[in-house]
């Protein structure tokens, strides 16, 4: 290995400094993202809250509904709950599908909860909207894509869109701005470790 004298190293980055510097620069474009956290790996929700948390910390409001989740007490909702002013968070799921086993609520409880989050994406005062867990209940056909694709489409210029859940659908992936997918290497819950405070709710 050959080593770099500082004044090599110094020139060295100073020349990948230039070259970023000169790409940054040639991006001009500032809109409303639409944003996919999607993949069987842990950590779309607490990726979309920190979005949100940043967010807040510059002053813009952001809203929050939960699909699925909204069966027990969570760290994320104590927090957003201390910014009334900037967050609105709404749990409005009841569960997954194995605990409620009934198809039709589910479907009604969807719809609920997709029609707080077309208000909040209308309503140009929220910076962002988070449909926390929405790719799962277009998994299941509980609200049809094509609603939710046109809902997206029509956005305020502006507004970003943030969807977490496991199997985002091809169509939505396509309109999408940035998509990341969650890759699972490891996980505790296979060793026999349940779910804990402040990990996973």
Excluded at 21 to 41: F, P
Excluded at 48 to 75: C, D, E, L, N, S
Aim: net charge neutral; glycine share 8%.
């Amino acid at each position: 290995m050959i080593m770099r004298t500082d004044d090599e190293q110094n020139a060295k980055s100073a020349k990948r400094k230039e070259v970023h510097d000169r790409i940054v620069a040639s991006k001009t474009i500032e809109k409303g993202l639409i944003i996919i956290h999607t993949g069987k790996g842990k950590g779309k929700s607490t990726a979309a809250f920190g979005m949100a948390v940043r967010m807040i910390g510059h002053g813009r409001k952001v809203g929050v509904v939960q699909f699925v989740k909204g069966a027990m007490a969570t760290g994320e909702k104590a927090i957003f709950d201390a910014f009334p002013d900037l967050c609105e968070f709404k749990p409005m799921g009841e569960g997954f599908t194995w605990d409620t086993q009934d198809r039709a609520r589910d479907i009604a409880v969807a719809r609920e909860a997709w029609d707080e989050v077309k208000r909040m994406i209308a309503d140009p005062s929220y910076a962002m909207v988070v449909a926390d867990e929405l790719n799962i209940v277009l998994r299941y056909e509980y609200l049809p894509v094509d609603e939710v694709l046109a809902v997206l489409a029509a956005k305020p210029e502006m507004t970003h869109v943030v969807v977490t859940g496991r199997n985002a659908p091809d169509a939505l992936i396509e309109m999408a701005d940035l998509v990341t997918e969650m890759t699972q290497v490891k996980h505790p819950f296979r060793s026999g470790v349940k779910a804990q405070e402040g990990v996973e709710f």
